[in-house]
């Protein structure tokens, strides 16, 4: 196990999780698409509004054996902080989550056993809500589409999600957030008393000879 699995990571899983920072209006829907699923149009099915995260009406199988692959794109770049999901129960919980970044297609089986991703998780067991797995930040700070390869269920033949989520933000919101701490003097006499000695002092400066 390496130290990216959350099995010996010393960031553990919230396994209550919420509904801030979530970006679900922020996926592309529509073009998310999978590999090796029973029905390749639930891939989308199990991208749900936050409300919906414990509806088990809708999920996804995998199909000739236990590895699956979705495809998520987002609308635009966005910074990602965690990932949410919810597994099947039993023999069909996948143990393992590989996560490929910024491919403009899906990562195919072929690819994803020759590349290395950008981050391979140990997926908790046992769990029947939602699980909250935290990202490191700076590997997934500019992301426009994420592949996501389940795998290694505890049956060995077939594995099973429930809801797929994400949390985050987009490089618009982070600039928002920096423009709030941005406050300007209104006038040179409101200046920190420290920067009208200091235009003082360059004044003197300019004019000695």
């Known amino acids: 196990m390496s130290d990216s699995d959350y099995g010996s990571n010393s960031v553990a899983p919230?396994?209550?999780?919420?509904?801030?920072?979530n970006i679900f209006g922020l996926i592309n829907?529509?073009?998310?698409?999978?590999?090796?699923?029973?029905v390749p149009e639930d891939a989308k099915e199990i991208i749900?509004?936050?409300?919906?995260?414990?509806?088990?009406?809708?999920?996804?199988?995998?199909?000739?054996d236990d590895q699956m692959i979705i495809h998520v794109p987002f609308t635009q770049s966005v910074r990602l902080k965690s990932i949410i999901v919810?597994?099947?129960?039993?023999?069909?919980?996948?143990?393992?989550?590989?996560?490929?970044?910024?491919?403009?297609?899906i990562v195919d089986f072929a690819d994803a056993e020759v590349t290395k991703p950008q981050l391979d998780i140990s997926l908790l067991?046992?769990?029947?809500?939602?699980?909250e797995?935290?990202?490191?930040?700076?590997?997934?700070?500019?992301?426009?589409?994420l592949s996501l390869y389940f795998s290694d269920s505890v049956g060995g033949d077939s594995s099973r999600i429930y809801y797929l989520g994400f949390k985050g933000e987009t490089r618009s919101d982070r600039r928002d957030a920096s423009s709030k701490l941005e406050i300007p003097a209104?006038?040179?006499?409101?200046?920190?008393?420290?920067?009208r000695l200091s235009e003082?002092?360059?004044?003197?400066?300019?004019?000695?000879?």
Do not use: C
């Not at 919810?86 to 297609?105: C, D, I, Q, W």
């Not at 067991?125 to 699980?131: I, K, L, N």
């Open 14 to 21: 919230d396994l209550a999780g919420g509904d801030a920072g």
């Open 29 to 38: 829907r529509d073009n998310v698409h999978g590999l090796n699923l029973v």
């Open 48 to 64: 749900k509004p936050w409300n919906e995260r414990d509806d088990t009406m809708k999920f996804a199988d995998s199909g000739v």
């Open 86 to 105: 919810k597994l099947g129960r039993g023999e069909v919980t996948p143990r393992h989550l590989r996560l490929y970044a910024n491919y403009p297609n």
């Open 125 to 131: 067991e046992g769990e029947t809500g939602v699980v």
């Open 133 to 145: 797995y935290p990202l490191r930040v700076a590997a997934f700070a500019n992301i426009s589409s």
């Open 186 to 195: 209104a006038n040179a006499a409101d200046a920190p008393i420290v920067d």
């Open 200 to 209: 003082k002092a360059a004044g003197q400066q300019t004019t000695a000879r």
